[in-house]
């Protein structure tokens, strides 16, 4: 996974801290921090030596605000008093009594202004149109921005956001908003950025409630949703996107999906001629068929061909695409859901325009009683060359299955 060079240390720290070193305490660094990181670090973990065992990570009561609007919030809007600090967040493999209990803690750490920012109803409206594949805005986006956080607050929060997801999911997440750094340095201006993502609650985080953890920003976004039971159900809508496809920094090639285009392209590459052919759509595909704000809209009859139709090998190849996106969810259940016998027999291929995944036009998807993954190749925005539209959501859980489309 590639790592960027920090461009603000403390920044960098909190980050690096909330995605490793959470549930490494103890390990050996083998020299990637520097003094002042590992004794965060070594904090995190429970002690100068970093021999305690607790996955909680502390704060300095001295943390710098990462913006402007941050500093005059935090100056005018002193911070409520903390109910619920991350020491008190055990991850014991209880997915979703982990995420309540940071999703408190972060609410806690915030000022009153932040909290009445970061908390909304649980309606359809907050949930399906303030999210999109265009750059940030006021208008588009709803929540708190990571680049209006303190140091403190940033720190909570990247481990938040870290919980909801697998290690899997961590690596596509930063790899994302890397791309997006890379943006915002070359030529993409600060409408793009690694911490240019808002957080928000949809419904209070409570272990009696259904409730949402959204996390949105330009060509990432997805839904973490638990329900009354406190049960983690789904991290759909996933919108997984990237521009460029692959660039240089620090010397390194960084090709951000390559797991997921990869994986995708494997299907449609073991087809063979007659197959292929049966996989074709009839129409043309430009885009995402159920993008954003595009809920429901899904074809009335599964098109393309059927994967009980495919080799054993072939079969394999269509869960190990199913996995690049649903893997990425913690404790969702969802790729378990997807790939079952009755769940892949009444499951389909296909494709559009072109089939190998980098030709502008290109289209493929997969179509299952529950799992809907889309693959677009569209032309450059920033860039001159094409970049990638995806999308994996759940036809029965998305957005938690609270609502109807």
């Known amino acids: 996974m590639f790592i960027p060079d920090p461009r603000d240390e403390s920044r960098s720290v909190a980050r690096f801290w909330a995605q490793f070193g959470a549930r490494s305490c103890g390990q050996s660094w083998r020299g990637l921090v520097t003094s002042a990181a590992l004794a965060l670090l070594l904090a995190g973990?429970?002690?100068?030596?970093?021999s305690s065992s607790s996955s909680s990570s502390t704060t300095t009561s001295t943390s710098t605000t990462s913006s402007s609007d941050s500093s005059t919030d935090s100056s005018t809007d002193s911070s409520t008093s903390s109910d619920t600090s991350v020491s008190d967040c055990t991850d014991d493999s209880d997915e979703g009594a982990y995420v309540t209990c940071l999703a408190q803690a972060f609410y806690d750490s915030l000022s009153t202004s932040q909290q009445s920012t970061v908390q909304l109803d649980l309606?359809?409206?907050?949930?399906v149109n303030y999210w999109t594949n265009l750059p940030v805005t006021s208008s588009n986006r709803k929540g708190i921005s990571l680049?209006?956080?303190?140091?403190s607050q940033y720190t909570i929060a990247e481990a938040l956001i870290n919980a909801a997801l697998s290690s899997q999911g961590q690596t596509t997440m930063a790899n994302l908003?890397?791309?997006d750094e890379y943006l915002a340095e070359n030529g993409g201006g600060s409408s793009?950025?690694?911490?240019?993502?808002?957080?928000?609650?949809?419904?209070?985080p409570s272990t009696t409630s259904a409730w949402i953890l959204e996390f949105t920003g330009h060509h990432y976004t997805w839904f973490y949703a638990m329900d009354a039971s406190n049960e983690p159900v789904s991290l759909t809508p996933n919108f997984v996107g990237v521009e460029p496809v692959s660039y240089t920094s620090s010397g390194s090639t960084v090709t951000p999906m390559a797991s997921e285009h990869d994986a995708m392209l494997a299907v449609l590459s073991s087809l063979s001629t007659s197959q292929l052919a049966a996989a074709k759509l009839s129409s043309s595909v430009s885009d995402l068929v159920v993008?954003?704000?595009e809920d429901g809209n899904y074809p009335s009859t599964q098109s393309g061909i059927a994967v009980s139709a495919l080799d054993s090998d072939q079969q394999a190849l269509v869960k190990a695409?199913?996995?690049a996106y649903a893997s990425d969810a913690n404790?969702?259940?969802q790729y378990d859901a997807y790939v079952t016998s009755t769940a892949l027999n009444s499951t389909y291929i296909s494709w559009s325009n072109y089939s190998d995944l980098s030709t502008k036009g290109s289209y493929m998807r997969i179509d299952g009683p529950r799992v809907w993954i889309e693959f677009s190749v569209q032309s450059g925005v920033v860039f001159s060359a094409n970049h990638y539209h995806t999308i994996w959501r759940d036809k029965t859980y998305d957005y938690g299955g609270n609502f109807s489309f």
């Open 291 to 293: 993008g954003p704000q």
């Open 45 to 50: 973990c429970g002690g100068d030596d970093g």
């Open 147 to 151: 680049s209006a956080l303190s140091t």
């Open 123 to 127: 309606t359809q409206s907050n949930a």
């Open 177 to 179: 908003r890397d791309a």
């Open 192 to 204: 793009y950025g690694e911490d240019v993502y808002n957080i928000s609650f949809l419904g209070t």
């Open 331 to 333: 404790g969702t259940g």
């Open 321 to 323: 695409a199913i996995a």
